[in-house]
């Protein structure tokens, strides 16, 4: 049995410029894309309310999305960038829409409010 969920995914994967901020903070680090590429984060967001595009616009999530990724590698906000403006954030993540999420488990969801 399958569950078509009323959410659309953004998947979110580091380019280049994250991957060197990372870097300097951290020695041990990812240097390359290549070496990091498996590396994804996916969000489910509401899907686009008109319909015409994989899901609503990332302008209404990249704050929130580039904070997360920010505090997944390093937590002291006084090293993020201090200009985390959209143009910055799509210079440092490639985003992918994603408008199909089907739960294929049998389970309950859990959901775990931060």
Same mark, same amino acid.
């Given at each position: 049995?399958?569950?078509?969920?009323?959410?659309?995914?953004?998947?979110?994967?580091?380019?280049?410029?994250?991957?060197?901020?990372?870097?300097?903070? $951290? #020695?041990? %680090?990812?240097?390359?894309?290549?070496?990091? *590429?498996?590396?994804?984060?996916?969000?489910?967001? @509401? =899907? $686009? #309310?008109? %319909?015409?595009?994989?899901?609503?616009?990332? *302008?209404?999530?990249?704050?929130?999305?580039?904070? @997360? =990724?920010?505090?997944?590698?390093?937590?002291?906000?006084?090293?993020?960038?201090?200009?985390?403006?959209?143009?910055?954030?799509? =210079?440092?993540?490639?985003?992918?829409?994603?408008?199909?999420?089907?739960?294929?488990?049998?389970?309950?969801?859990?959901?775990? =409010?931060?």
């Amino acid at each position: 049995m399958s569950r078509l969920v009323n959410r659309a995914a953004l998947v979110v994967r580091p380019r280049q410029p994250f991957l060197d901020w990372a870097a300097s903070m $951290d #020695p041990d %680090g990812p240097t390359d894309s290549r070496s990091f *590429k498996p590396h994804v984060s996916v969000y489910l967001v @509401a =899907e $686009d #309310p008109k %319909g015409q595009e994989e899901t609503a616009p990332v *302008k209404n999530y990249y704050e929130y999305i580039f904070g @997360a =990724e920010l505090r997944n590698w390093w937590t002291d906000q006084r090293k993020w960038p201090t200009r985390r403006t959209l143009k910055l954030f799509h =210079e440092w993540f490639e985003v992918v829409g994603q408008s199909v999420i089907i739960d294929l488990e049998t389970t309950q969801l859990n959901v775990e =409010e931060e």
